[in-house]
């Protein structure tokens, strides 16, 4: 049976220590010129263009296309700086779920996040996970989670022929939790595609136990 995974990056692929909410901080003090360590600002979840609207927001800022993207440079600047720095890491089981995956001739790996492709493709390509996905969806191509996960499954029908029922979102209990109380997009009723099996935010996907044994027992079924 075919399946499309749809995995997000932040919280399920790698974890980062903080490093996103220290980048912008870094990037609201040279472009803003305010201190502000956004210590109570939700990142979780979040596509990086609302993310940069909420903080402008916070200080009653609006930046200009000049400003927007000098905000981006100052956050992939120190976002490579802390990767560079060992801050980040794999968590565990994914590469062992993206080797099962890449083994399944039906199975196919796709992005749904709410990174923009820059840098999503800075902190999977850090860590040599680029190359196991066949496709992607990114923070600056949908107004939010709800569009961007409309349009990860159309492509996957578009493509594959395959239904919403055959996408599988994969997310940390974070971004469930979110889109529990949205509704969306992880698996919820007004979801166009079903949620993975949960599991808690640090454990990884856990690809030969929590996630994969069962969920590998699952799809071959």
């Not at 075919?2 to 472009?31: H, K, M, N, P």
């Not at 996960?149 to 919403?164: K, N, S, T, Y």
């Not at 997310?171 to 949205?182: E, S, V």
Request: hydrophobic share 40%.
């Amino acid at each position: 049976m075919r399946l499309v995974w749809l995995f997000d990056v932040d919280g399920t692929l790698i974890r980062s220590y903080g490093t996103a909410r220290e980048a912008f901080s870094e990037a609201a003090r040279q472009v803003l010129g305010v201190d502000d360590s956004l210590h109570d600002f939700v990142f979780s979840g979040g596509l990086d263009p609302l993310l940069l609207k909420g903080v402008a927001e916070r200080h009653g800022r609006t930046l200009s296309d000049e400003q927007t993207a000098q905000f981006w440079e100052v956050v992939r600047a120190r976002t490579q700086a802390r990767l560079e720095a060992g801050r980040s890491r794999v968590l565990p089981g994914v590469h062992e779920l993206l080797q099962a995956i890449a083994a399944e001739p039906l199975w196919i790996a796709g992005l749904l996040t709410g990174n923009g492709r820059d840098m999503a493709r800075l902190k999977l390509g850090h860590f040599g996970l680029l190359d196991a996905f066949a496709f992607g969806f990114f923070g600056d191509e949908a107004a939010d989670r709800d569009a961007l996960a409309c349009l990860a499954v159309a492509r996957a029908r578009e493509r594959w022929q395959e239904p919403a029922e055959r996408c599988v979102c994969a997310l940390d209990r974070g971004h469930h939790r979110d889109a529990d109380a949205r509704g969306s997009p992880a698996g919820s009723a007004r979801s166009p595609a079903r949620r993975s099996e949960r599991y808690r935010e640090g454990d990884g996907l856990g690809a030969r136990d929590r996630f994969g044994r069962r969920r590998l027992a699952f799809a071959q079924a």
